[in-house]
Nanobody, 125 residues
Framework: QLQLAESGGGLVHAGDSLRLSCAAS????????IAWFRQAPGKGREGVSC????????QYVDSVKGRFTISRDDAKNTVYLQMDSLKPEDSAIYYC??????????????????WGQGTQVTVSS
């Protein structure tokens, strides 16, 4: 019954911003590290960002550093991904995922045991 649900995707132009949300139900996020992954057509699932328990640490893939910001509001049982200065290469389905391991030094899809259904982000030139 552990569920995650993403929202906030859409169609935008290059340079615009979006904020994705990941809401949990059936469990509380405060005991989980949360990561965002993305998958473009014909590509593998790529780790984008991860936030540890209590927001002690965060990680970002190099291609989004300085443009994306991950945050969590445990009182609302929600994690966010603020995406600024979007580029066409950011276009993908974005997924959030949870794992009991608290740290975020490395994050791979196989390490996460709860997943959302994904939200589409499309950035035009």
């Amino acid at each position: 019954q552990l569920q995650l649900a993403e929202s906030g995707g859409g169609l935008v132009h290059a340079g615009d911003s979006l904020r994705l949300s990941c809401a949990a139900s059936g469990f509380t996020l405060d005991m989980y590290a949360i990561a965002w992954f993305r998958q473009a057509p014909g590509k593998g699932r790529e780790g984008v960002s991860c936030i540890s328990i209590s927001s002690i640490s965060t990680q970002y893939v190099d291609s989004v550093k300085g443009r994306f910001t991950i945050s969590r509001d445990d009182a609302k049982n929600t994690v966010y991904l603020q995406m600024d200065s979007l580029k066409p290469e950011d276009s993908a389905i974005y997924y959030c995922a949870a794992r009991r391991t608290s740290a975020c030094r490395d994050y791979f899809p196989g390490d996460f045991h709860a997943w959302g259904q994904g939200t589409q982000v499309t950035v035009s030139s």
